[in-house]
């Protein structure tokens, strides 16, 4: 079946460092890609997708490139903030091709940013 | 404009014993998902359901079960709490077809003990 799978962590960075979280995927066909970030005792929330091969999906300055060859969706971000610590979810969209589809999600990485 | 509600927020509940969730969709969605989030885990798919109906269940045994009410509300029901049912439920709702977003509550937290 359709699984996720992303870098292990904690990742601790220091305030302005760069930022990459990798998540490599296996589906069948080409689902759409997520990365999704969920703060200490709250929900998900969508951090920015891509449905389809080469697109960039970007928001608050975090971006990520649906890679078909590689089967990857990479997160990453020029310059973490101490806001930016959290736990970070890639995820695909799986069963495209029923109309109900569920969402299969790696098992997170957590972000540390110190000042 | 209300997004996905969750309650209770957080649950104790002792082993054996049976619990009910419940979520209301963001307003004009229809169909709504849960998903289990253990300890350090990513969430897991329990079930979707559309028009009152399961629709698509992930691995999980019979004693998981839900309900959507005409109003697209959704409960989730789990019998005879093992300790390992101890996790973050998570219900999402979306537009049924098509490529639309899952929007997701806050989670209720249950802990069986």
């Known amino acids: 079946g359709d699984s996720v799978t992303q870098m292990e962590g904690p990742v601790t960075l220091s305030e302005e460092a760069f930022l990459t979280i990798n998540c490599t995927y296996t589906?069948?066909?080409?689902?759409?890609l997520f990365w999704y970030v969920q703060y200490p005792g709250e929900g998900l929330q969508l951090l920015l997708k891509?449905?389809?091969?080469?697109d960039k999906g970007s928001n608050k300055g975090f971006e990520a490139t649906y890679r078909k060859e590689t089967t990857s969706f990479h997160l990453e971000k020029g310059s973490v903030q101490v806001s930016d610590s959290a736990v970070y979810f890639c995820?695909?969209?799986?069963?495209?091709?029923?109309?109900?589809?569920?969402?299969?999600f790696g098992t997170g990485t957590r972000l540390l940013v110190s000042p | 404009d209300a997004g996905v509600t969750q309650s209770p927020t957080h649950l104790i509940k002792t082993r054996g014993q049976q619990v009910t969730l419940r979520c209301s969709p963001k307003?004009?969605?229809?169909?709504v998902s849960w998903y289990q989030q253990a300890l350090g885990q990513g969430p897991q798919f329990i079930f979707q359901?559309?028009?009152?109906?399961?629709?698509q269940r992930g691995n999980f045994p019979d004693r998981f079960s839900g309900h959507q009410f005409p109003n697209y509300s959704s409960e989730l029901n789990v019998n005879a709490l093992l300790l390992g049912d101890s996790a973050l439920y998570l219900c999402?709702?979306?537009?049924?077809?098509?490529?639309?977003?899952?929007?997701f509550g806050p989670g209720t937290r249950l802990t069986v003990t």
């Open positions: 999402a709702s979306t537009l049924a077809g098509g490529n639309y977003e899952q929007y």
């Open positions: 589906a069948t066909g080409y689902p759409s």
């Open positions: 891509a449905t389809k091969a080469d």
């Open positions: 995820a695909l969209k799986s069963g495209l091709n029923t109309g109900f589809q569920k969402l299969v």
């Open positions: 307003s004009g969605h229809d169909t």
């Open positions: 359901y559309y028009e009152e109906e399961e629709r």
